[in-house]
């Protein structure tokens, strides 16, 4: 690292093609290694109130059945519905534009344990939910008027999950969403210029500097990503060139569930806290296009700055102007790797 990045300069997200400001001088004081005063677990493995929990009562009479591993069913608050007709109005101005948007939206039950998380589930088991989201992804997928499927998780109050029990979400949409979509250009741009695949290029890039790769296995390289915005951000590079989860081997299946409990545990561990972030897998559109371009990936964006209670807020300029952080990506990273490998929880 060269001394002048120590120095307020910007970074280019090439994936998303924006800018970040970077501000390290802002956090220079001495690291306090602040821990929590309380693990933010909970060891109820059942709770009699919990929607999610087996055999109980949900939303509109449903039952959630006594499931044993992975659960999967349609959100009874969907965001999006299967049908939903063309907004019309007569002599609509251009400037007041609105489109139909179908879609359908599921919630994966990760283990039916309440008081469970990615990070203290065993890997095995992780790995059952990777099987169930490529099956989502599939049968999803499959269908021709949804052209993404966006499968997530929103982990702790503070990123608005409603609940602690381990669940994901996935929400299929007619439209390619922005995000995808600007990934989509990127990768697609960057493929027809030079012939080769950006992820691919850059996964080479991080490995060889090593500075920023915070966990690796045969399938997946980790970093906290040269461009980060939220100060502990890292992003999980397919080691192969895999567009979805459809092409992933088993061994693939078992190194994305492997680098999902390393990272977690990392960041539980960092606080002693039960960490807070939304994970999410960018992946190929389902719009029938074959997406050479496309490389599989996974965006952590946890909130945490300096403690269990100490946040980044994207306020102010973040809003009005364009992302900034203060810590560098690679104190950041330094940071992730200096923490044991072993869960808090479990020492
Ligand atoms: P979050 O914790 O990420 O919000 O996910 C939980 C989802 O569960 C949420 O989207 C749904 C909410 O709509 N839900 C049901 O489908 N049925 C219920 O009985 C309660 C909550
Ligand atoms: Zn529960």
């Known amino acids: 690292m060269t001394e002048s990045l120590g120095f307020p300069h910007r970074r280019f997200n090439p994936l998303r093609r924006q800018w970040v400001l970077v501000s390290p001088h802002r956090t220079d004081r001495p690291w306090q290694g602040e821990v929590n005063k309380t693990s933010g677990f909970s060891d109820v493995h059942y709770d009699p109130q919990c929607y999610l929990c087996p055999g109980n009562q949900r939303a509109g009479g449903k039952v959630t059945p ?26 609509a101005p251009e400037l007041l534009r609105a489109e139909r948007e179908r879609g ?36 999803l997928g499959a269908v021709p008027d949804f052209r993404y ?9 503070m990123m608005g999950a409603s609940n602690p029990h381990p669940h994901g979400q996935i929400w299929t949409t007619e439209h390619v969403p922005d995000e995808p979509a600007a990934e989509t250009e990127a990768l697609a ?15 080479g890039l991080e490995a060889r500097e090593g500075v920023r790769v915070v ?9 906290v990503p040269w461009w980060a915005v939220w100060p502990f951000e890292t992003l999980a590079i397919a ?10 081997g088993d061994a693939e299946r078992d190194g994305l569930a492997d680098i999902l409990k390393q990272l977690t545990t990392r960041y539980d561990n960092l606080f002693e806290t039960s960490f807070p972030y939304t994970m999410g897998f960018h992946q190929a559109p389902t719009d029938g296009e074959g997406h050479e371009e496309w490389h ?12 269990a209670t100490v946040r980044k807020y994207m306020v102010g300029f973040e809003m009005l102007g364009m992302p900034q952080r203060d810590i560098t990506p690679e104190a950041a990273a330094e940071r992730l790797k200096a923490v044991p490998v072993v ?3 479990e020492r």
Not at 104 to 127: E, K, N, W, Y
Not at 193 to 198: I, K, N, Q, W
Not at 239 to 248: N, V
Not at 296 to 307: D, E, I, K, V
């Open 189 to 203: 741009e960057y493929r027809a210029s030079r012939g080769s695949c950006l992820l691919c290029d850059y996964a």
């Open 104 to 139: 359908r939206c599921r919630v994966v039950c990760f283990h039916p344990d309440h008081s469970l998380t990615l990070a203290r589930m065993q890997v095995g088991d992780i790995r059952k939910v990777v099987d169930a989201w490529t099956e989502e992804y599939r049968t």
């Open 66 to 91: 006594k499931y044993e591993s992975v659960y999967v069913f349609d959100n009874d608050y969907a965001a999006l519905l299967p049908e939903s007709p063309e907004p019309h109005r007569e002599n």
């Open 239 to 248: 080691k192969r060139h895999l567009r979805s989860l459809l092409d992933f």
């Open 215 to 223: 966990e690796e296995n045969d399938g997946f390289l980790a970093v």
């Open 343 to 345: 869960h808090f929880t």
């Open 149 to 157: 499927v966006q499968i997530f998780e929103n982990r702790g109050a």
């Open 296 to 307: 599989f990936h996974a965006h952590f964006y946890p909130p945490l700055l300096r403690s």
